[in-house]
T-cell receptor
Framework: EAQVTQNPRYLITVTGKKLTVTCSQNMNHEYMSWYRQDPGLGLRQIYYSMNVEVTDKGDVPEGYKVSRKEKRNFPLILESPSPNQTSLYFC????????????????FGSGTRLTVV | QKEVEQNSGPLSVPEGAIASLNCTYSDRGSQSFFWYRQYSGKSPELIMSIYSNGDKEDGRFTAQLNKASQYVSLLIRDSQPSDSATYLCAVKRFGGYNKLIFGAGTRLAVHP
């Protein structure tokens, strides 16, 4: 089954304790991205990757790191989590843009609800 | 002005009615438009994509695009309580990488 797998689904941690949220896709997608979703603010992009070893900042990158060593995996790293990073996180993937600058849309993972106390 | 704007709702419709969800966008060069459905606490699910002006139908869903007016809409016919969710409009800007800009979503409530 084609899917984006995120783990864990729920995570409660303490301020300053490093954590990693994993994301893996089995669709051979070039493009992967992390979003956070907060009430009233919608989906905001944290980081994205256009292919292996190619990553860049999105709209809200502060406090996050990513890596893309393999095409299928795109982990999100919080080196020193703070309470303002409490949020619902989604990983998404897609093929790169097609002809005429068209996009194929994203497939989202099931989400990770992170609470930092 | 937000790049992608949606009325937050809630939009309340009776079962069996047509629900009409609207979205406007600011980048006139945008080429790709999407509607996602998101149930509370779940991930967004792609339900429609549209690339050309006009209507595109898929089952009970119809997406409508008017690039001149920078407007995209989603019609849900014969609305069911199971359609109650938040509907996100997403737009790909012209050029650059495959970044979708999402609206904040419209909450739809279908009551029996």
């Amino acid at each position: 089954e084609a899917q984006v797998t995120q783990n864990p689904r729920y995570l409660i941690t303490v301020t300053g304790k490093k954590l990693t949220v994993t994301c893996s896709q089995n669709m051979n997608h070039e493009y992967m991205s992390w979003y956070r979703q907060d009430p009233g603010l919608g989906l905001r992009q944290i980081y994205y990757s256009m292919n292996v070893e190619v990553t860049d900042k999105g709209d809200v990158p502060e406090g996050y790191k990513v890596s893309r060593k393999e095409k299928r995996n795109f982990p999100l790293i919080l080196e020193s989590p703070s309470p303002n990073q409490t949020s619902l996180y989604f990983c998404a993937s897609s093929f790169a843009t097609g002809q005429g600058d068209t996009s194929y849309g994203y497939t989202f993972g099931s989400g990770t609800r992170l609470t930092v106390v | 002005q937000k790049e992608v704007e949606q009325n937050s709702g809630p939009l309340s419709v009776p079962e069996g009615a047509i629900a009409s969800l609207n979205c406007t966008y600011s980048d006139r060069g945008s080429q790709s438009f999407f509607w996602y459905r998101q149930y509370s606490g779940k991930s967004p699910e792609l339900i429609m994509s549209i690339y050309s002006n006009g209507d595109k139908e898929d089952g009970r869903f119809t997406a409508q695009l008017n690039k001149a007016s920078q407007y995209v809409s989603l019609l849900i016919r014969d609305s069911q309580p199971s359609d109650s969710a938040t509907y996100l409009c997403a737009v790909k800007r012209f050029g650059g990488y495959n970044k979708l800009i999402f609206g904040a979503g419209t909450r739809l409530a279908v009551h029996p």
